[in-house]
């Protein structure tokens, strides 16, 4: 069988699983699969890894497997397993994409997807260890988006078993207490605080990355000297269309997408993933706001100006003219 011809029958098959995963994944109880693993004796660790790693690539919520994983086998093995099944799955995922059509991806990517993809790539380990700290990334379509990337495989794993640690210790905690809800056990309550103590540690992390990847503030100065010595930094400014054409003026060069509008027009900065970036505004609390919300989309080098455009005005340095083509917001991407 040629190459050509088994990339299809392998993609035919992949879709058969992912549909049959997509179909069944609103049926599935983690009690149905705790029933059937505990009749399989010592080898029911081995055989919940199993359908965890098929789970994954089949589009199976992990969610679902990891509490019945926390029901099983309790918080220390149930951690342990639902970590390796997790990232066994993720990993086979990455790599079923990566072949079948990582090369028609290269080819096909252009424009600001092709920059987008890039930019991914540059972060490397980065950019999985934040998604994978950050909820709001799916576990499942994330696997196999990373695996049309040139991330390094090594790195994939890697960030993905130590950043998933956390979430999956909170959701195997949390079905280990069902279960002992269900069987009356004492201590319910204090086992119920810890569960719910590690479920906001988990939650609370994405924030403390963000913080972490948000850069110090910028004086205006010195945002203009790299300006002039062709640094290039992405200059955004997030007030409003009036207030970019107003008395302040803008920044010249800058990009304006208010910040209200900033997380739904994210494609018009897919070139600045990687790239400095400096935030305006009146003063710089609407800045600040821009700037979370970036780092938590993976910007790599987000910075507040100091003052903003105030400042910037009272530092007497170059205003862009109203009607300037710098001055024109930028229209949404299609």
Request: proline content about 6%; charged content about 20%; glycine content about 10%.
């Amino acid at each position: 069988m040629t190459p050509k011809r088994l990339r299809w029958v392998l993609a035919a098959l992949l879709l058969v699983v992912v549909a049959v995963g997509l179909f069944y994944r609103d049926q599935i109880n983690p009690a149905d699969i705790e029933a059937w693993i505990r009749g399989s004796g010592a080898l029911a660790p081995l055989l919940f890894l199993g359908i965890y790693v098929v789970g994954a690539v089949a589009f199976i919520p992990g969610s679902v497997l990891t509490l019945a994983g926390g029901a099983l086998f309790g918080p220390v093995l149930g951690t342990v397993v639902n970590l390796a099944g997790a990232t066994i799955g993720g990993t086979l995922a990455f790599l079923i994409a990566r072949y079948l059509a990582a090369d028609w991806a290269a080819a096909k990517a252009g424009g600001r997807l092709k920059q987008l993809k890039e930019g991914v790539e540059a972060e490397g380990w980065r950019f999985v260890a934040f998604t994978r700290l950050v909820p709001l990334f799916p576990f499942n379509l994330l696997n196999y988006a990373l695996g049309l990337t040139r991330i390094g495989i090594v790195p994939y794993a890697l960030a993905t078993l130590v950043c998933m640690a956390p979430g999956a210790l909170a959701y195997t905690y949390l079905g280990y207490v069902g279960r002992e809800a269900a069987a009356g056990a004492e201590g319910l309550i204090q086992k119920g605080l810890i569960g719910l103590a590690l479920l906001a540690v988990a939650a609370f992390l994405p924030r403390v990355v963000a913080r972490m990847r948000r850069r110090p503030m910028l004086n205006p100065e010195t945002v203009a000297n790299r300006q002039a010595a062709g640094e290039d930094p992405v200059l955004v400014d997030v007030r409003s269309p009036g207030e970019f054409t107003g008395e302040l003026g803008h920044a010249p060069g800058a990009r304006n997408i208010p910040v209200d509008e900033l997380a739904s027009r994210l494609g018009e900065l897919a070139d600045a993933v990687e790239k400095p970036v400096a935030l305006f505004c009146k003063t710089d609390r609407r800045s600040a706001k821009a700037a979370d919300i970036l780092a938590r989309n993976g910007f790599a080098d987000v910075h507040v100006v100091r003052g903003g455009m105030t400042a910037w005005n009272e530092a007497g340095l170059p205003v862009a003219e109203a009607d300037s083509a710098d001055n024109q917001p930028q229209e949404p991407s299609e």
